[in-house]
Nanobody, 117 residues
Framework: VQLVESGGGLVQPGGSLRLSCAAS????????MNWYRQAPGKGRDWVAY????????NYVGSAKGRFTISRDNAKNTVSLQMNSLKPEDTAVYYC???????????WGQGIQVTVSS
């Protein structure tokens, strides 16, 4: 099982980044997907959710209107489009897969996003 994030980096405030997560080793379409983030010195916080079919999405309040989660079950990928980035969005972002109705849960290794001028 692997979840591999990509697309992070350094961006100026107000800029955009698109994170992607490539999944392998499990039946992707049976899993709901989440993005979490962990800022320096803080705990890991949930950011966004997408249902297994992609028909329901939810976001933490600070991300609503700025972030968009999407998935492609044919390509086994989930993405997080992040616009209007703020310094407080700086964190390591993690891709998470949770089995719908089951116990399995997987995490990616995380990817750094830094918002700074």
């Amino acid at each position: 099982v692997q979840l591999v994030e990509s697309g992070g980096g350094l961006v100026q405030p107000g800029g955009s980044l698109r994170l992607s997560c490539a999944a392998s080793g499990f039946t992707f379409s049976r899993f709901v997907m989440n993005w979490y983030r962990q800022a320096p010195g803080k705990g890991r916080d949930w950011v966004a959710y997408i249902s297994s079919a992609g028909d329901y999405k939810n976001y933490v309040g600070s991300a609503k209107g700025r972030f968009t989660i999407s998935r492609d079950n044919a390509k086994n990928t989930v993405s997080l489009q992040m616009n209007s980035l703020k310094p407080e969005d700086t964190a390591v972002y993690y891709c998470n897969a949770k089995e719908r109705g089951g116990p399995a849960e997987y995490w990616g290794q995380g990817i750094q996003v830094t918002v700074s001028s």
